[in-house]
């Protein structure tokens, strides 16, 4: 994790995390090795695109560290990530064939969860644990120069006072799942204002749905 060890929430908070994930009776998802794995994929200087959703899936065998992403055979997608697609396909007129997302941290698309954890079948089961000490110190850190912020749902615009400074994009909608996008997820264009916002910066938009 390199760019991000340093933030005091490995010292002062996630040791506690840690220890409450591994007294748990039920399995907590994604696996231990895929916790941190968009951290891992995106150091703050590579950045340059954040999607900041909720928690991981809860469906076993979906969550692998990414937020919203799921591994290349996993069929059918999540309902969110469904609605992401539909979404995609309206804006851009395409999509992946496959729900693996990690081509987009590869182009610095940083996808973090506000909680890097979630118990089996309980979705925001984990939302009160303390995770959002590290989103407040990542999107601190993230502050330092202008970067696109997508901020999906209620809970990840409530962080929206931690993207500090001038210059970024802000591009917040309702979340893309079943429940809420119709309520302004749907017509929202994020992919096509990332990539508009880039541009005319002079930097390389987002290959959103073609991996290389």
């Not at 059918?76 to 851009?92: A, G, H, Q, V």
């Not at 850190?141 to 400074?165: C, E, K, N, Y």
Request: net charge neutral.
């Amino acid at each position: 994790m390199d760019g991000w060890r340093d933030l005091p929430f490995f010292a002062t908070d996630y040791p506690r995390i840690a220890a409450e994930l591994a007294r748990s009776d039920t399995p907590v998802l994604p696996p231990e090795a895929q916790r941190f794995a968009a951290l891992d994929m995106v150091p703050p200087e590579a950045a340059r695109v954040v999607i900041l959703g909720q928690d991981p899936y809860p469906t076993p065998g979906h969550a692998h560290g990414l937020a919203f992403s799921v591994d290349p055979g996993v069929t059918p997608l999540p309902r969110s990530l469904s609605n992401i697609f539909k979404e995609m396909e309206t804006d851009l007129g395409t999509r992946p064939a496959t729900g693996d997302l990690r081509f987009w941290a590869r182009q610095g698309v940083l996808l973090l969860n506000t909680a890097l954890s979630v118990p089996a079948g309980q979705a925001g089961g984990h939302a009160r644990l303390g995770w959002s000490a590290l989103t407040r110190q990542v999107l601190a850190r993230l502050s330092d120069r202008p970067r696109a912020f997508v901020l999906w749902g209620g809970h990840a615009q409530g962080f929206r006072d931690q993207i500090t400074a001038a210059d970024h994009l802000i591009h917040a909608s309702a979340h893309p799942s079943p429940l809420s996008a119709r309520r302004g997820f749907f017509g929202s264009r994020p992919f096509s204002t990332v990539n508009n916002w880039l541009k005319s910066r002079g930097d390389t938009p987002i290959n959103w749905t073609t991996p290389e």
